[in-house]
């Protein structure tokens, strides 16, 4: 997903490499190096971690952050999309939105905007 272009024709490694050489900070730039240093998603996997950021742009939240994707959710993604999901594409989403709460409240602790998952 790193080499894919976006709307302005520059890829996020382009974007990515740009800020490493203009980053001052040096924990700024490690984060933009760790970014970069992302082993790329395989695509055989693309259409699971895009079924699980639809999912994820759906989130519900409680008024202290964002609610984990519940199984409702994806229950009623299953039904409406007619994408039907084998048990372990389940935990792997799970697992995806564990990490991603975990980041969520890393950063809150920090006090940083969370990042969005990247597409």
């Known amino acids: 997903m ?3 272009a976006d709307k302005d024709g520059f890829s996020k490694r382009e974007k990515l490499e740009g800020l490493i050489q203009r980053s001052r900070k040096p924990e700024k730039r490690a984060e933009y190096e760790a970014d970069l240093a992302c082993p790329p998603l395989p695509p ?3 259409y699971l971690w895009n079924t699980f950021n639809r999912l994820s742009s759906r989130r519900s939240s ?4 964002v ?10 993604f299953v039904r409406h999309s007619k994408f039907a999901l ?3 594409e389940i935990e792997t989403i799970e697992d995806l939105d564990r990490l991603f709460l975990a980041e969520i409240s890393r950063n809150q602790s920090e006090n940083k905007p969370p990042k969005k998952p990247q597409e």
């Open 2 to 4: 790193l080499n894919a």
């Open 44 to 46: 055989s996997l693309i």
């Open 62 to 65: 409680n008024g202290f952050g």
């Open 67 to 76: 609610n984990p994707i519940s199984w409702a959710d994806i229950d009623a």
């Open 86 to 88: 084998a048990p372990w």
